[in-house]
């Protein structure tokens, strides 16, 4: 019953602020909900005096004092963050004792759009090279002593031909303590344990995830229990790099060191591919 009446407490404090709505003083108006993440709700709104479309990002009430730290943190992170292939963020404030950011609205389509939606199909090579392209991202952010935590299909964007990472919400310092409960399970110790392999391990699932984009069962309408490794046909060199990237093998100590297999093995695929 108790946890009944959390839900729908939840659902009621959480719901999202009305179409047409004036935040900050008016400066900035509400044109549509564009979703609800673990930590926050957002909106794609309209800058009054700029004329702009810009994301307006709330803390989700229901979230309480963690809600607003995160938000916080966020706003610190993207501060430090100026890189063409990730959101601006362009400013803060509080409007009715709640906090909001204000960052630069990517339009585009999320790779998880891209699959599920638009039926896209990545080979092999096509997702390698992606990868290589989203590790650019991912390397200048590790430079910067900040893991992302949360890079997923539905956070990595193509906006024309340029990839963008999106939603530092759960971003984190390589510097601070972990927030990994101790009796979380594994997977969540893998993904959000504040070191550079966590974000190399959800790269693993992110590529998985594109190369089941070109996955056609033998008999469709039969569960497998094979493993990816059984199911994809792609190369030995590229399970390699899976089976480290999920840290079933030693895995790699940085970026740097994926993106140097990776270059190595998308040069074996381009001599392979070239005409003899």
């Known amino acids: 019953m108790l946890g009944t009446f959390k839900g729908l407490y939840?659902?009621?404090?959480?719901?999202?602020?009305?179409?047409?709505?004036?935040?900050?003083?008016?400066?900035?108006?509400?044109?549509?909900?564009?979703?609800?993440?673990?930590?926050?709700?957002?909106?794609?709104?309209?800058?009054?005096?700029?004329?702009?479309?810009?994301?307006?990002?709330?803390?989700?009430?229901?979230?309480?004092?963690?809600?607003?730290?995160?938000?916080?943190?966020?706003?610190?992170?993207?501060?430090?963050?100026?890189?063409?292939?990730?959101?601006?963020?362009?400013?803060s404030f509080v409007h009715n004792r709640r906090l909001y950011m204000v960052t630069e609205y990517?339009?585009?389509?999320?790779?998880?759009?891209?699959?599920?939606?638009?039926?896209?199909?990545?080979?092999?090579?096509e997702a390698l090279g992606f990868i290589r392209r989203l590790m650019e991202i991912v390397s200048f952010?590790?430079?910067?002593?900040?893991?992302?935590?949360?890079?997923?299909?539905?956070n990595v964007m193509l906006q024309g031909e340029q990839i963008r990472l999106i939603d530092f919400g759960l971003a984190s310092r390589l510097s601070e303590p972990s927030r990994v409960e101790p009796g979380a399970d594994e997977e969540t110790r893998l993904r959000?344990?504040?070191?550079?392999?966590?974000?190399?391990?959800?790269?693993?699932?992110?590529?998985?995830?594109?190369?089941?984009?070109?996955?056609?069962?033998?008999?469709?309408?039969?569960?497998?229990?094979?493993?990816?490794?059984?199911?994809?046909?792609?190369s030995a060199k590229t399970k390699q790099m899976i089976r480290k990237l999920l840290q079933i093998d030693q895995p790699y100590a940085d970026a740097p060191a994926f993106m140097r297999e990776l270059d190595d093995s998308l040069m074996i695929q381009d001599e392979t591919a070239a005409p003899s």
């Open 192 to 234: 959000r344990t504040a070191d550079v392999t966590s974000d190399l391990y959800a790269i693993g699932h992110f590529l998985l995830f594109m190369l089941y984009s070109a996955y056609e069962p033998d008999e469709p309408d039969t569960d497998s229990a094979a493993g990816w490794e059984e199911e994809l046909s792609i």
């Open 106 to 125: 990517v339009k585009g389509r999320t790779v998880e759009d891209l699959i599920f939606e638009k039926g896209a199909v990545f080979q092999e090579s």
């Open 141 to 154: 952010i590790h430079g910067k002593g900040i893991v992302h935590l949360d890079i997923r299909i539905p």
């Open 10 to 91: 939840g659902a009621w404090i959480d719901h999202p602020e009305r179409e047409g709505k004036l935040l900050h003083g008016g400066k900035y108006r509400i044109c549509r909900f564009l979703g609800m993440g673990s930590y926050g709700l957002t909106y794609l709104c309209h800058d009054v005096e700029s004329g702009e479309e810009i994301a307006v990002k709330q803390a989700r009430p229901s979230k309480g004092q963690l809600g607003r730290e995160l938000l916080r943190r966020e706003i610190e992170i993207m501060g430090q963050l100026e890189h063409p292939a990730i959101p601006g963020c362009l400013s």
